[in-house]
T-cell receptor, first 113, second 113 residues
Framework: DGGITQSPKYLFRKEGQNVTLSCEQN?????MYWYRQDPGQGLRLIYY???????QKGDIAEGYSVSREKKESFPLTVTSAQKNPTAFYLC????????????FGSGTRLTVV | KQEVTQIPAALSVPEGENLVLNCSFT??????LQWFRQDPGKGLTSLLL?????REQTSGRLNASLDKSSGRSTLYIAASQPGDSATYLC????????????FGTGTLLAVQP
């Protein structure tokens, strides 16, 4: 079945560490997105990519980095520069040429310990 | 800057009741508006999409309306069931190359059996 796989489901980070969240899709979608969700604040866009080897900052990119070396993969690195990384992270993708049809992964919950 | 607000933040109703969730947005220059459902600790599932030229969309017991001029959308759920318990999010898309979604803060719905 086609879909988006996010791993791990739960991730714990020590202060000062970088961690990488995985997002893989087999939907042949060009566009991929990373969102952060905090309680009571809805989803905020971190980074997005519309094509391989290209990505753009979203509204809250500081302290995060991404890469898009393959169409299927869009990993997100939470760096030590992100001062408040504890949140729920969602990855999404969208078919080419459409403004609907977003598919979301099941999320990764990151906690700083 | 587009801001999307949802009222109420939380709602508890007895089973069988009809209910309305509200979404308001500050910039009426939107391309479309979508309603999503999110179960606890899960990703998002698309429920309904309303194009900017449309007034409403229906799917089963769900009906979503859009009034661009007043910056409002409502999601009507008929004959609510315990299985409808979830967080409901609205998101607006502004036209352009990126087609980014801007999410509201969500309404947490609990339907009591």
């Amino acid at each position: 079945d086609g879909g988006i796989t996010q791993s791990p489901k739960y991730l714990f980070r020590k202060e000062g560490q970088n961690v990488t969240l995985s997002c893989e899709q087999n939907l042949n979608h060009d566009a991929m997105y990373w969102y952060r969700q905090d309680p009571g604040q809805g989803l905020r866009l971190i980074y997005y990519s519309q094509i391989v080897n290209d990505f753009q900052k979203g509204d809250i990119a500081e302290g995060y980095s991404v890469s898009r070396e393959k169409k299927e993969s869009f990993p997100l690195t939470v760096t030590s520069a992100q001062k408040n990384p504890t949140a729920f992270y969602l990855c999404a993708s969208r078919p080419p040429g459409q403004v609907y049809g977003y598919t979301f992964g099941s999320g990764t919950r990151l906690t700083v310990v | 800057k587009q801001e999307v607000t949802q009222i109420p933040a939380a709602l508890s109703v007895p089973e069988g009741e009809n209910l309305v969730l509200n979404c308001s947005f500050t910039d009426s220059a939107i391309y479309n508006l979508q309603w999503f459902r999110q179960d606890p600790g899960k990703g998002l599932t698309s429920l309904l999409l309303i194009q900017s030229s449309q007034r409403e969309q229906t799917s089963g017991r769900l009906n979503a309306s859009l009034d661009k001029s007043s910056g409002r959308s409502t999601l009507y759920i008929a004959a609510s069931q315990p299985g409808d318990s979830a967080t409901y999010l609205c998101a607006v898309m502004r036209g352009g190359a990126t087609n980014k979604l801007i999410f509201g803060t969500g309404t947490l719905l609990a339907v009591q059996p």
